[in-house]
C-alpha cells in the first residue's frame, strides 16, 4: 500500500513514553515498531491481535477495529487504550463506560505522525486515554499529559 492511500497514523513516542512499559502492541506496523518499540512483542494486521492472546494494550485509533479491539480490551481487563473523545458515540455507553475502569481526557489535541514520520494536520477532535483494570488505572492517574483524569 504506498503512503498516500494509507490508513495508518504513527503515535507520537511521547504519548507512549509516558504510559510506561507496554508487554504487547496488538495492533501496528513494523514501521510503527521500529519508530516507537512501544511494547515488547506486536501484532501486525496481517497477524491479526484479535484473534491472538494478549498480555498487553495499544489498539488501533480509527473504526471499524476500534470497537473489536475495545471488546478485546474488556474481555482482557488489562491495558490502556488510546481512542477519540466521542462520549456520544454509542460505543462509549456500550463498551468504554460500562467496561473501562478510569479515564484521562487528554486537553491537547494529538498530531499523530505520517508513515513518513512527519507530524499530520491538527485533528478535528480530542482524545482520551481509557484504563482497563486497577494496574492500568494506577499508571493513568500518575499520566503527566495534560488532562483530567476520571475514575469510573
Known amino acids: 500500500m504506498n503512503i ?17 512499559e507496554f508487554d504487547l502492541d496488538p495492533a501496528t506496523s513494523p514501521d510503527a ?20 492472546a494478549w498480555s498487553g494494550r495499544n489498539p488501533p485509533y480509527s473504526n471499524p477495529l476500534l470497537q473489536e479491539f475495545l471488546n478485546k480490551m474488556a474481555v482482557h481487563n488489562r491495558g490502556t487504550a488510546l481512542i477519540y473523545s466521542k462520549i456520544d458515540a454509542k460505543w462509549f455507553h456500550d ?19 505520517k508513515p513518513d514520520r512527519t507530524k ?5 477532535g480530542s482524545s482520551m486515554l481509557v484504563a482497563y483494570g486497577r494496574e492500568d488505572a494506577k499508571i493513568l492517574s500518575g499520566n503527566t499529559l495534560k488532562g483530567e483524569f476520571v475514575y469510573l
Open 4 to 20: 498516500i492511500e494509507s490508513d495508518e497514523w504513527y503515535t507520537p513516542p511521547e504519548i507512549i513514553s509516558s504510559l510506561g
Open 33 to 52: 515498531y521500529k519508530l516507537n518499540r512501544s511494547a515488547d512483542d506486536f501484532y501486525t494486521a496481517t497477524e491479526n491481535g484479535l484473534i491472538r
Open 95 to 113: 463498551i468504554v463506560l460500562n467496561n473501562g475502569t478510569a479515564i484521562k481526557f487528554l486537553y491537547d489535541r494529538i498530531r499523530f505522525l
Open 120 to 124: 499530520g494536520m491538527h485533528p478535528r
